[in-house]
């Protein structure tokens, strides 16, 4: 299970950080991602983090690059995304995952959170 926090209305230009709890082995095993789906749009990946044996080494979309700052935390198992000088084209549903995402136990499909939702409107 997913569980994804911390969304929230902020103006241009401001910061905000997003958090991510799950269960399981899955967080310090896996590459862990953050996801955003903007409005009639696919959800897309904007950052992922490698396993602590991959050094954690870290990726971004060219979008957020400089801006956003993926971390874990695998005691417990958590995963942050801090957000800075965000734009109103950031607006969106944030989920995290694996990545690639993982699959329901009964193999119905992927496995996601209820997201936490990010508006940036002035």
């Known amino acids: 299970r997913l569980v994804e926090s911390g969304g929230g209305l902020v103006q241009p230009g401001g910061s905000l950080t997003v958090s991510c709890v799950g269960r399981g082995r899955m967080f310090s095993l896996n590459r862990m991602a953050w996801y955003r789906q903007r409005t009639g749009r696919e959800r897309e990946l904007v950052a992922a983090?490698?396993?602590?044996?991959?050094?954690?080494?870290?990726d971004y979309a060219d979008s957020v690059k400089g801006r956003f700052t993926i971390s874990r935390d695998n005691v417990p198992n958590t995963l942050s995304l801090q957000m800075n000088n965000l734009k109103p084209e950031d607006t969106g549903v944030y989920y995290c995952?694996?990545?690639?995402?993982?699959?329901?136990?009964?193999?119905?499909?992927?496995?996601w959170g209820q997201g936490a939702r990010v508006t940036v409107s002035s």
């Open positions: 995952n694996g990545d690639p995402p993982f699959g329901k136990p009964d193999g119905t499909g992927e496995l």
């Open positions: 983090v490698a396993p602590i044996t991959a050094d954690e080494s870290t």
